[in-house]
C-alpha cells in the first residue's frame, strides 16, 4: 500500500470532519456527500501544500 506523510493524514481527517458537519464543497459549489470525494480534496489540497503523497494516477 502507499506511504501517506502525516501531514496528508491530518489534511484528509479535516476534510472528512468538514464533510460530516455539510460544509465541504467541491470545485463547482456543490456540498460534498461521497467519503471517496472528500478524501480526494483532502490529498489534493496536501499536495498543494507540499505534502509527501504517491504520484496521481491518470
Known sequence: MAKYS???GEKVAET??????????SGSG????SK???IAIGLSEARKEGA???KKKD
Not at 456543490?30 to 456527500?33: N, R, S
Open 6 to 8: 502525516e501531514k496528508a
Open 16 to 25: 472528512m470532519h468538514e464533510m460530516k458537519e455539510g460544509k465541504l464543497k
Open 52 to 54: 509527501k503523497l504517491p
Open 36 to 38: 471517496k470525494q472528500a
Open 30 to 33: 456543490k456540498k460534498v456527500t
